[in-house]
């Protein structure tokens, strides 16, 4: 791992530009994934299971190829049986590529409402969605599992006879019929509970919720004569949607050119194929590209969401306020296919806290459900909503202050971590500090009903692999090409981040983000990871481009590389400092002594700084209807280094107000049968500019030694505390403590008449 | 197929072309005419992605045919800046990082132009109730709503 | 979509004549709102669609000494902006603000939220308890309803076939008139309603008595319900917190809701009983002229 000297003084970042890519945004002219069209184009529709869980008996799609206008039909039959389908994902396990394969398109069973069964491609997509209505499948119903209790209860309906349990940071083992497990334990905590004063356990639960990204999911592809597939789409991944489809297809990968669109939102949902392996082959039997486009009904059926849960967590703790010992038991919904966020999800539950007793158990559990897909910080919402809470209900038994009683118990850099290693540099205490030295914290709520709440939150983030290329043009301007897709303004932190190491103006740098064909490969645009790692990638590539041209300066001067002195965007001869080159002079120089200069950076860094958060709330409830009104919020939050401070403090409102609606109103609503009935966004409750007020957001530095500039990710810890912080002040506003998410009108007003009755 | 013949101005210019029925104005937009600025969020009126001006008033165009259109006027996000010139919602939401992802920018950005034909100074409030049929799920709308307030502003100040 | 024939009539003559030739497969188009999400969704396939914009007699928007005449196609921007009827039918201005957003109270109806007949439309109570009349118009001529006998069943409606509703009489306030609508959403917009409700009363020049009072609730049965039985418990009573329980009381009992994704039962009649005070609460303050 890498430290850093971070220098003190920095030019370019900590700015705020105007990112290069806004003008097409604000003009229309950005051309994000359903913008893009081919000649010659077809439309392709899925039909879909109406059950939750059926094994196919037939399918018949001869009344859809003969409807006037289609062009190709395709079921599963038309797609490999993968031969080799267990892929290795390193230290977080292995990966079976025939679930991903079904997932796309069911084989044998269809596992949840909405899994995909057939597909059409028609002139228009009217014609292909009537077609696609025309198909006949033949079911046997089988019972559905809804939730993760009834999963793992004897005699639960099983969904998959054999399963590989999935990978997401850490391997779990198959434990029941429908669920694998993971451990964690630190200490001993039986000697830890005898030592505490005061023992809660609680039990909660939460929905299924889905990420909720404004832009659908979207993809063009085109079978080339040759074999070539050409695909593309709105993504967080171009490799990741090229491996996986090379995978399913049985294709080289170097095969498939994934050209990666504008991205209308993602939060951890668009890095996996959904419709794409159906477009390539549905454009290898048409010999025509097909476009195919999710509605938001398709999309909230069939895309991941987010797991519910069952949580039960055991807290001890000794008359001073001293945290000694914990239990926490998390089951995830994995929906039909394994592979859930309970990894990181348990993981996170006590990490801010220094408890030397823990014990974790987590298991990600198999129903019928779309198969859950990373959300903002996967997992961590749910068990810091438990144990949060938890923590709010000792501070009031033992009188303590709840800034007070978590800077007591708050985990310090050096601090032991349950996954077995020391915290690295952490600004927790820092936080908590800033809460309690804000005129938010100081003032008077006021008014009955209304509360004030806080949460504190963690979350890891992560390095993983990323690439930068960065080319000199004999003008003085640079072309910075990444593999990371921009989902909220990264071409600008990247672009900064080249020209504070070039010592030139971001506006020099010209930033794009390459297709697979073009540029090395990186890891999807998840985990908070873009500006950090991608940024150092793009650090380590402007480090070679320096050398190369310090090189060049010492060739036109014939003196040693050595003797060349690379200062703020200037090259000065050491031994003759009268002779100095700006670095546009030196880039007009670049032809005539041995070409033009490039230079690519392939990352992976470990030296990742972790997120750490505390949020403060006040609402107002109305007690005859339990709505909830909230009335002021403010974040605080470590970046590290805040690379474009405007971006990050988008990045933290936007992750709180999703937060908010995780925490209000946001759920899966499905009938007993497993039909989700809330398929649109008027039913499906996003808080829209109304439901929130100002998000106030407090940045935080405390460098990451990680990183040249000292960033730490930031994009995903905003989404940890609010559904807590809610919760809390919901209690200090009218006396109800709430264990369930969505903490809606109904589930409050029955609280408020349980406690009145 | 019982196409029909559609006349419209779009953004100032004069426009002909057939549709059919089933065709919602977005899709004539985008499918049509290629003006794919105008975006499909929902396709059920709950997002605002698809707004445009139709005949001086805020619609989305994924609730009205493309045949209701006929003789209209048609404001998209492409006709929003005078040639290069940007419309200064535009550039506020530009400086001011009005958007993430920018997807639902160009609704937002037909959403409140409607707003400030109509009121040169709104409140906090009004500009917050105007934009309820807009939804982002990137920016938690602060930045959205001052970069509305610094547009407005601008208007004002040309207006003196 | 299935595909349609679109028509535009200009005369209320040849919107009728078209019906006819359309069929039971016809439908009208209004603000749309309903009809194309309806018909993306698959739970309508006309074959005709009859946009009525162009007809004048749905366009209506007048007043004479007694009555105001508001067109099925007018919209809920042109009821809001409409200075007499903000000053005479606040209630109205209520729910009209309430529906979607701005984009849809642009194009949306007070006839096209009538004619879906949804049980939480949410200007029928207003209209019902404004004592709304329906305006009818069919192959065997005209007729007249009340709102509250409109709707039959979940988008169900009397109207019969060919038969079209061409606009609402709504009779003036009288002096010391004031009336209130009031919905439960779980967000702050943008949502259907789990409960509402709608009140007007009439009190004494004193202030302090009730000579008649109305409510409506919706989403709280299959279609938006007129609680007569609140009429004789508020007429002729003094304006006291006690009555207006009792009226919410009988507008709970009354309230026949089912459970599903929005609501419970609990719920809906807790709520019947919370919106229906607070709209009596709201009639009232507007009856004294302090809204
Ligand atoms: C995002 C969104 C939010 C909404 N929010 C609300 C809300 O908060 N509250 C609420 O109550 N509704 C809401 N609605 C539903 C809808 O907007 C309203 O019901 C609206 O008033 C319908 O009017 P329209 O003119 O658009 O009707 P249309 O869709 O044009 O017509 C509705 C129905 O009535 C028929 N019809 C129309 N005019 C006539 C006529 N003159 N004679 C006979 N039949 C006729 C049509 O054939 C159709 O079946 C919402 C809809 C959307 C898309
Ligand atoms: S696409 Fe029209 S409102 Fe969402
Ligand atoms: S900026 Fe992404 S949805 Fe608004």
Known sequence: ???????????????????????????????????????????????????????????????????????????????PKISSNVIDAGEAGQ????????????????????????????????????????????????????????AMADNATVLHDNFLPGAFLAPTEKALPNASKLELAMGDVSAGFDEADIIIEREFTTETVHQGYIETHIVTAQWGANGMVTVWTTTQGQFAIRDQLALVLELPMSA???????IGGGFGGKDSIYIDPLAVVLSKQSGRPVKMVMSRAETLRATGPSSGTYIKARL???????????????????????????????????TRYNIPNVKIEGYDVLVNKPKVKPYRAPGATPSNFAVETMIDELCRELKLDPVEFRLHNALKTGDRLVLGFPCPEIGGVEILKAVQNHAHYQSDIGGPHRGRGLAYGFWFGAGLPSSADLMVNSDGTVQLCSGSPDMSGTRITLAMQAAEALGIEPNDIFPSVGDTASVGYSFQTVASRTTFATGIAVYQAAQDILAQMAERAALIWQIATDNILIDGGRFVNKTNVQQCFTFKELAGK???????????????????????????????????????????????????????????????????????????????????????KNTSLLDYRMPTILDVPNIEAVILERPNPGHPYGVRGVGEVPIVPPAAAIANALYDAVGIRMNTLPMTPAKILDKLNSITD | ?????????????????????????????????????????????????????????????????????????????????????????????????????????????IAASALLDENSEPTEEEIRHWLVGNLCRCTGYDKIVKAVQDAALILRERAL | MRNFDYKLPTSLNELTDMLSHGGHTARLLAGGTDLVVAMRGGRMTPEVVIDTKHVEELNELSFNDHTMILGASVTCRKVCRNPQIVKHFPALIDCATLIGGTQIQNRATLGGNLCNAAPSADTIPALIVLK??????????????????????????????????VSFSIPLPREHEGAFFI???????????????????????????????????????????YVSDVEPVLSGRPIADDVIAQAADIARQSARPITDMRGTVDQRKHLTHVLVRRALNGAVNRARGND
């Not at chain 1, 909405?114 to 499948?137: K, P």
Request: aromatic share 6%; proline share 5%; net charge negative.
């Open chain 1, 316 to 350: 001890g703790v000794k008359i001073d306020g001293t945290l000694v010992a914990a239990e926490f038991h998390g089951a995830y919904e994995a929906g039909a296919y394994s592979g859930g966020p309970v990894a990181p999800g348990v993981s996170t539950a006590l």
């Open chain 1, 256 to 262: 498939i050119t994934v050209i990666p669109l504008e």
């Open chain 1, 590 to 676: 670049l032809v005539g002594t041995g070409g033009p200069i490039a230079a690519r950076a392939l990352a992976s860094p470990e030296g990742v700084g972790f997120q750490i958060t505390a949020h403060l709330v006040d609402l107002a409830v109305d007690t005859e209807t339990g709505k909830v009104d909230i009335l002021r919020y403010t974040a605080f939050q470590d970046a590290g280094k805040a690379v474009h401070p405007d971006f990050v403090e988008g990045q933290i409102q936007g992750g709180t107000v999703q937060g908010i609606g995780w925490a209000l109103n946001e759920e899966y609503f499905y009938d007993g049968a497993g039909h989700l």
């Open chain 1, 95 to 150: 990966i079976d590529m025939q679930d991903v394969a079904d997932n796309c398109i069911a084989r044998e069973k269809v596992f949840y409402d909405g899994h995909a069964v057939a597909a059409v491609a028609a002139d228009n997509a009217h014609i292909a969605e009537e077609a696609a209505n025309l198909i006949q499948v033949d079911y046997e119903l089988l019972d559905p599992v809804m939730d993760v209790r009834s």
């Open chain 2, 1 to 109: 197929m019982n196409r029909q013949q559609v006349t419209a101005t779009i953004n100032g210019e004069h426009k002909e072309f057939l549709c059919e029925p089933r065709q919602s104005l977005l899709e004539v937009l985008r499918d049509e005419l290629f003006l794919t600025g105008t975006k499909e969020g929902c396709n059920d009126g709950n997002c605002g992605s698809c707004n445009v001006i139709l005949d001086g008033t805020l619609v989305n165009s994924c609730c009205i045919f493309g045949v209701e259109a006929n003789g209209g006027h048609i404001t998209t996000i492409e006709g929003l800046s005078k040639g290069n010139e940007l419309h200064p919602l535009q550039q506020t939401f530009l400086e001011g990082t009005g958007m993430q992802c920018g997807f639902c920018t160009p609704g937002f950005l």
């Open chain 3, 132 to 165: 709304a009349q329906a305006n009818i118009c069919g192959p065997h001529g005209s007729r007249q309803v009340p709102v509250e006998t409109f709707c039959t069943g979940p988008g169900q409606t009397i109207l019969e076939g060919n038969e079209i509703l």
């Open chain 3, 183 to 225: 919905r439960f959403i779980p967000r702050n917009d943008m949502d259907i309603a789990i409960a509402n409700a709608a009140a007007s009363i009439v009190i004494a020049s004193s202030g302090e008595t009730i000579i008649e009072g109305r409510v409506a609730i919706g989403a709280v049965a299959p279609t938006p319900l």
């Open chain 1, 1 to 79: 791992m890498n430290d850093y000297v971070i220098p003190e003084k920095l030019r370019v970042v900590g700015t705020t530009p105007i990112r290069p890519d806004g003008h097409d945004k604000v003009t229309g002219r950005a051309k994000f994934g359903d913008d893009f069209h081919l000649p010659g184009m077809l439309h392709g529709k899925v039909l879909r299971s109406p059950h939750a869980h059926a094994r196919i008996k037939s399918i018949d799609t001869s009344h859809a190829e003969t409807f006037p206008g289609v062009h190709a039909v395709v079921t599963a039959a038309d797609f």
